[in-house]
């Protein structure tokens, strides 16, 4: 600390130097040190857990949360300079590209001592895996659902949709809403949703792709999906593409939240988050299904995953503390369900009775998706991302905006998929 | 050599030189010490394939090579930034000139005015410009509710690719009060006594604008030119907010340093970042170092 | 306030006529200016609005008024986050000041070299100097982070304050150097004729004559500064340490639950700081015409 101030003063002087030392880190060397995305509502929840796992005679743990835009560049830097953090969370997302480059540890060693995970949830443990080694511990699961706006849905004189609801059935339903003037489309245009891409190639014995990370489906998918969406837009099911691209990511760009559109694609524990920023009651379903009878387009998706960062001095103390999150009943009962169900059967079922209204609903929808829920895909190639951001959303608004036919966007899209898929290896 | 003649010619050249580098002295620690270092090691990364999170390993010039032979990306982003630039730059700069001309005769209640119009630049880039953008320039939003009034229906302006740049365009614009208080510094040296002068003379006001300030002011004009114009060729944000960082809608706002960022931060191609940096660095270079040789001929300084 | 230059001129016209004419300029200039306002304030007016909205009637709401007012917002956004806003309050306050003073002092000195001292090399350093204006600072982030994290600078407010005494912000030095080049030479010459040293002439001559583009560099450091958010976001860990501007973003997630009327209330109340800062530099902006308004 001396000579380090002694540096500082030979640069600034010595005003600015009582001010520089009275506001420097405050870490002691034996924390723990934390990050994740969200806001301040997940950061309550996450520090009220620590705080308990301090009172029970764990280490302190420096925790820091950013937004999800400002995270990734950020968790980047701090990475690249040496500087990571012990305990970081991960995303489905990007699990795969810090694990490949050994950015977080791989945590088998600790399975069974530090971190028991004894009646955990097997496809969440195997969600979190990457070339067979566990890199990511689940901190809840969760599946797509609709967002749905109830209100609407009595204006227009309609049922919820639910498990029996087909996309063939979208166009009455839109009519309903037409002639009952509820004054805005039935559903997002979800051409350009991922998710629900993927839902649908599932639902037709397909999946986005392999264990070994090609392509799982054919060009004619792909121009079906773009046809599909290309009639229920014509026909009014869906909102105009001008409208679509205002949807820039966040839940307040949504069509549902600016009230283009009564139904949008989205997650399961994303709830109660649209419920704060809309004034009609919301709740969830599942997917439209392609027929009745159709497999099973769902899954439990781990949510986020709490890692180890790969150069982190306190593995082991840092496996210690995910354990605590994801296995002590009251660190459950401070979470909720706000990053998603429990994936411990024990856990799930001392938090059941504690959870609201809006919570229970959710935890219902998981735990009821019956014969819509599928095996869980492999986990995607380390490109996959970039096909999503970069192709599969500007494709599809080109179809929109009538740049390209559907014909033509199912063969962009596979073709610069592929091309994606090769520069990586 | 003599020493006598040694001693006295490096005698001369620190009396003559010494004094320039003692005041750049501070300047010469910053350089050496926090600005120069991190920019040569960037220049390095634009040969490797670094990604952020491994050890970069060097790939020659593949990186540039991409960049000119297999990337429309770079093609679609550069345009994006040409236009941007091209139309931002002089319309900022006009807008941001004609104010601070009227906010500078002495009129009443000026202070409260040139407060009003730098407002907007206080907000810098927050997310509340995102939202206040999409109110204003959605479908239904307050343009097109203005624009009905003649019986128009706008587009969605913000949500079209046609239109898309220019709602970026206009956020640029109306944070003109940057340059504006550049301008009004500079109309602030202009010696009154010219004016005075002139007025004796019997000039008329145009002829004064034309004769004493325009002149005067070139060095400022040349300079918010040239940063106007830098910055834009620059310019992240505005695009980052308000598309959320994804060049929507297909790629319409997908300024160059929002597609570096992106191949740097999500697509983990930071080597190949750091190859589109270093040609952006070349361009504007050659802008500048052009604008300084012709400056000569109309910007006038007092040296 | 200022000098009119038209009311300076010697003129043969009626002077109730061209008081008329005046103040019909005026009225129309006026005019022209309370438009122009309302134009560049209405979205400020909105933000204003709905800093006082309920929570869901934000994005659902159509009209500027809100249907019921309330301070809500305000006092959750202020005391809401695990650390107050007064904290955050602080913070920006004194990284904003000290780079107003690095600025000054470093980029003022570095600036009379370019623009008036003769020595080998001034142009090659000034192209450099040019030239980090140009980089775009996302690919010299990582380098500038081990840089600063081997000198032990991450976490504290060091990264942001002390390069501002190095005067690495080039578009300062140039912004000063356009400025003391309008400064008539000849005072330069006369002072040396009398022996004065370039210390005297830079302290002595340049800095007053320069009032304008100093309160313009004041200004403008302290909203810069202010309103960053990158370099605080990269190199500040620990909450106690947040600036406003970061205070702000974790109100906000685009994949969970936000707080937008906190975001609203805040950022309403973080503008007034740079605002009344604004203000007053302002003054010395304009007090600049009573100096330099010399004969030459």
Redesign the interface.
């Known amino acids: 600390m001396t000579l380090r101030i002694d540096r500082r003063q030979f640069l600034m002087g010595s005003t600015a130097l009582a001010v520089a030392a009275g506001i420097s880190p405050a870490f002691a060397a034996e924390a723990l040190r934390m990050i994740f995305w969200g806001s301040q509502a997940r950061a309550d929840r996450t520090y009220g857990v620590t705080d308990l796992y301090a009172k029970a005679g764990g280490p302190a743990v420096q925790g820091e949360f950013l937004a999800w835009g400002d995270y990734w560049p950020k968790l980047a830097t701090q990475t690249a300079g040496g500087n990571a953090p012990d305990i970081i969370q991960m995303d489905y997302r990007y699990i795969v590209e810090y694990a490949k480059r050994n950015a977080i540890a791989p945590l088998d060693e600790f399975v069974g001592g530090a971190l028991p995970l004894a009646d955990f949830d097997k496809d969440q443990l195997d969600g979190g895996k990457v070339d067979g080694k566990l890199y990511g511990i689940s901190l809840g699961a969760n599946s797509v659902a609709l967002m749905i706006n109830t209100v609407d849905f009595e204006k227009a004189g309609l049922e919820l949709p639910g498990q029996n609801t087909t996309y063939a059935d979208l166009p009455a339903m839109a009519e309903a809403f037409a002639s009952k003037g509820v004054g805005k489309k039935l559903i997002a245009d979800g051409s350009g949703s991922e998710p629900m891409f993927e839902n649908w190639l599932r639902q037709r014995g397909k999946a986005l792709y392999t264990a070994d990370g090609k392509l799982a489906w054919e060009v004619q998918d792909a121009v079906d999906w773009f046809k599909m969406w290309a009639d229920l837009r014509a026909a009014g099911v869906c909102v105009s593409a001008e409208d679509q691209a205002l949807d820039t990511g966040p839940l307040e760009t949504t069509m549902l939240t600016l009230g283009k559109a009564s139904v949008i694609p989205s997650n399961s524990n994303q709830l109660v988050a649209f419920q704060a920023i809309n004034q009609d009651k919301i709740t969830i379903s599942n997917f439209p299904r392609i027929a009745t009878d159709a497999p099973g387009g769902h899954y439990r998706k781990p949510s986020m995953f709490f890692s180890v960062g790969g150069s982190s001095a306190q593995k082991e103390e840092a496996a210690k503390l995910i354990n605590f999150f994801v296995s002590n009943p009251d660190a459950a009962k401070v979470l909720g369900v706000e990053r998603g169900i429990p994936c411990s059967v024990s856990v799930r079922e001392a938090l059941a009775p504690t959870l609201d209204a809006q919570s229970q609903v959710a935890l219902n929808f998981v735990a009821n998706l019956g014969s819509l829920l599928g095996v869980l895909p492999p986990s995607p190639p380390a490109k996959a991302g970039e096909i999503d951001s970069s192709l599969f959303r500007v494709i599809s608004q080109e179809v929109g905006f009538g740049a390209r036919s559907p014909e033509d966007a199912g063969n962009a899209l596979f073709t610069g998929a592929n091309d994606i898929l090769s520069r990586a290896s | 050599m003599d020493r006598a003649v040694s001693t006295s010619w490096w005698s001369r050249?620190w009396q003559?030189?010494?004094?320039?580098?003692l005041?750049?002295?501070?300047?010469f620690?910053?350089?050496f010490?926090?600005?120069i270092?991190?920019?040569i090691?960037?220049f390095y990364?634009?040969f490797t394939n670094f990604?952020?999170?491994?050890a970069p390993e060097w790939v020659g010039a593949d990186n540039y090579v991409r960049m000119f032979t297999n990337d429309p990306?770079f093609l679609a982003s550069m345009r994006v930034t040409l236009f941007f630039v091209i139309f931002s730059v002089p319309l900022k700069l006009a807008f941001a000139l004609g104010?601070a001309l009227?906010l500078?005769?002495?009129?009443?209640?000026?202070?409260l005015?040139?407060?009003?119009?730098?407002?907007?630049?206080?907000?810098?880039?927050?997310?509340?410009i995102a939202?206040?953008?999409?109110?204003?320039f959605?479908?239904d939003g307050?343009v097109n509710d203005f624009l009905a009034i003649f019986g128009i229906q706008g587009?969605?302006w913000?949500?079209?690719?046609r239109y898309?740049l220019w709602t970026l365009i206009v956020l640029s614009i109306?944070q003109f009060g940057?340059p504006m208080?550049?301008f009004?510094?500079?109309l602030?040296?202009i010696?009154?006594?010219m004016?005075?002068a002139a007025?004796?003379d019997g000039a008329s006001?145009s002829r004064?604008f034309w004769k004493i300030t325009l002149p005067?002011l070139t060095?400022?004009v040349?300079?918010n030119a040239?940063?106007q114009t830098?910055e834009a060729f620059?310019s992240?944000t505005p695009a980052f907010i308000?598309?959320?960082?994804?060049g929507?809608?297909?790629?319409s706002t997908l300024f160059y340093?929002l597609y570096?960022?992106?191949e740097?931060?999500?697509?983990?191609r930071?080597g190949y970042?750091?190859a589109l940096?270093?040609f952006?660095?070349l361009l504007?270079?050659l802008f500048?170092a052009f604008s300084f040789l012709t400056s000569k001929y109309w910007v006038h300084?007092?040296? | 306030m200022t000098i009119d230059a038209p009311s300076l001129t010697v003129v043969t016209e009626d002077s109730a006529g061209r008081r008329l004419r005046r103040s019909v300029g005026s009225v129309a200039a006026h005019a022209l200016l309370i438009g122009a306002s309302i134009l560049m304030l209405y979205p400020l007016l909105w933000l204003l609005s709905a800093s006082f909205r309920p929570e869901n009637e934000i994005f659902s709401g159509t009209s500027i008024w809100p249907s019921s007012w309330s301070l809500d917002a305000y006092f959750r956004g202020w005391s809401g986050l695990q650390i107050s806003f007064s904290v955050f309050f602080i913070n920006s306050f004194l990284i904003s000041i000290l780079s107003v003073i690095g600025n000054l002092i470093a980029c003022s000195l570095a600036a009379f070299a370019f623009a008036r001292v003769q020595f080998r090399g001034r142009k090659f350093w000034f192209a450099m100097m040019l030239m980090t204006l140009m980089l775009p600072g996302q690919v010299t982030l990582i380098p500038q982070y081990v840089l600063f994290r081997s000198m032990g600078w991450v976490d504290t407010i060091l990264p942001l304050v002390a390069p501002k005494f190095l005067a690495v912000d080039g578009f300062f030095i140039f912004l000063m150097v356009q400025f003391f080049r309008g400064i008539p030479k000849e005072l330069d010459e006369a002072a040396m004729m009398d022996g004065c040293s370039w210390w005297r002439i830079y302290w002595k001559i340049m800095l007053p004559l320069s009032m304008p583009v100093l309160a313009t560099a004041a200004i403008f450091t302290f909203i810069w500064t202010w309103d960053d958010f990158f370099a605080p976001l990269i190199y500040l860990n620990n909450m106690q340490q947040y600036t406003v501007m970061l205070g702000l973003r974790t109100f906000t997630d685009s994949t969970g639950e936000s707080d937008f009327g906190g975001l609203f209330a805040m950022s309403v109340l973080s503008i007034v700081p740079i605002f009344l800062f604004f203000l007053i530099f302002q003054r010395l902006l304009i007090e600049g015409i009573a100096t330099t308004g010399m004969k030459r």
């Open positions: 050249a003559a030189n010494a004094p320039g580098y005041f750049l002295l501070p300047w620690i910053g350089f010490g926090l600005t270092g991190p920019i090691t960037s990364l634009s990604d952020l999170l491994t990306k104010v009227l500078n005769r002495g009129m009443r209640g000026l202070p005015y040139r407060a009003l119009f730098y407002l907007p630049s206080l907000l810098g880039a927050s997310v509340a939202i206040l953008w999409r109110q204003l959605a479908g307050l587009p969605s913000i949500s079209n690719p898309s109306w940057s208080i550049i009004l510094a500079g602030r040296q010696p009154q006594d004016y005075e007025s004796l006001k004064m005067l060095p400022v040349f300079f040239i940063i830098i620059k992240f308000i598309s959320g960082g994804t929507n809608p297909i790629n340093t570096l960022y992106q740097a931060f999500e697509f983990f930071m970042a750091s940096a270093w952006l660095l504007v270079a500048t300084y007092d040296d």
